[in-house]
């Protein structure tokens, strides 16, 4: 009777550890796919149209000196989300295609430019989310004197002589300068700056110690709904485009989310994802027939015309020789 017992005890507990097994397995099998980035550069509409085999895995950090993308890209992350300015840090050896032809198949023009200039080794490994345009920020505008409003060349008003906040990116501001004929004496524009501080480009300006700012809309939009103090300029000329990319680590099986690229830009978050400054990599005359509630004092902002639209551009990544150049014309400027 008690080798029964014991039979019976022993059954039971091997049949809990058995079963523990069993679930521990399914745990580690249903493990959801890792999206990874910087919260701020995106809208909460980007996480909320994951599915629920996706999760959003904040990076931070970012200050740092020794900061890389590329160990994101070694460990733990199914995808990747950042800005343009970071993806020539990428080695492209860590990242696999985005095969998403279906997607791509409907980028707009400025799109496919912005892919052109990342070169052929990366074009095909880099996917589009979003673009938002720099802008120039103004607090209390009526009582500034500025000169060429609907110009590039309103940051040389003397209004804003060190008053306005420049992004840290002598490439973005050369190419602003060679908009207004200034490539030949890029002082002008540097001797304006109170400071270059694209990450806290708002607070300058929001907080009265600067006039003026230089930023993506996508940075400033909610602070200019709320705040009647600000203001914002979209240059004739065009802007440079702040655009926000996905990338995928080689090491990575999951295919991509085609589903949530789509949900993204669907009916349920099309208008909040615009009115918060970003427009999709689609074809935006077709974004212009549609009845989307966004304030009207900014709709020309917010969806610019096609004649500005089409003047914006997109910085092509630079080869080695090219920063050098550039570093030495912004240092001896």
Known sequence: MNNDTYGRREFIKYGLISSLFFLTGCSTSKKKLALRGLPEIFPSEFINALSADWEFSPIEDVELKNFSYNYFLKNKTDLLVLNDGWISDL?????????????????NVQTRSFLDGLGEGLK?????????PWVILLRNEGSLDLENK??????????????IIFPNSPYLLFSIAERIN??????????????????????????GRANAAVLPLSSCVDSLI????LSIL??????????IVLASPSKSLADFPTDWFDSLWGANYLTSVISK????????SELRRKNIN???????????????????????ILSFEKKKDLASNWNNS
């Open 294 to 316: 966004i304030p009207q004092k900014y709709k020309s902002i917010l969806i610019p015309e096609e004649s500005v639209w089409n003047k914006c551009w997109s910085l092509p």
């Open 182 to 207: 200034l490539v030949d004496n890029f002082s002008k524009i540097k001797t304006q700056a109170k400071s270059f501080d694209d990450r806290n480009a708002l607070s300058w300006v929001a907080s």
């Open 91 to 107: 080695s492209i050896n860590l990242l696999k295609e985005i095969k998403a032809d279906n997607i791509r198949s409907k980028f």
């Open 277 to 284: 400054g970003f427009l999709p990599t689609t074809n935006l």
């Open 150 to 163: 609907d110009s590039w060349e309103v940051v040389l008003s003397s209004s804003l002589t060190n008053k």
């Open 226 to 229: 709320e705040d009647p103090r």
């Open 124 to 132: 095909k490994k880099v996917l589009p989310l979003a673009v938002s």
């Open 234 to 243: 979209l240059p004739r000329e065009g802007s440079p485009l702040n655009w």
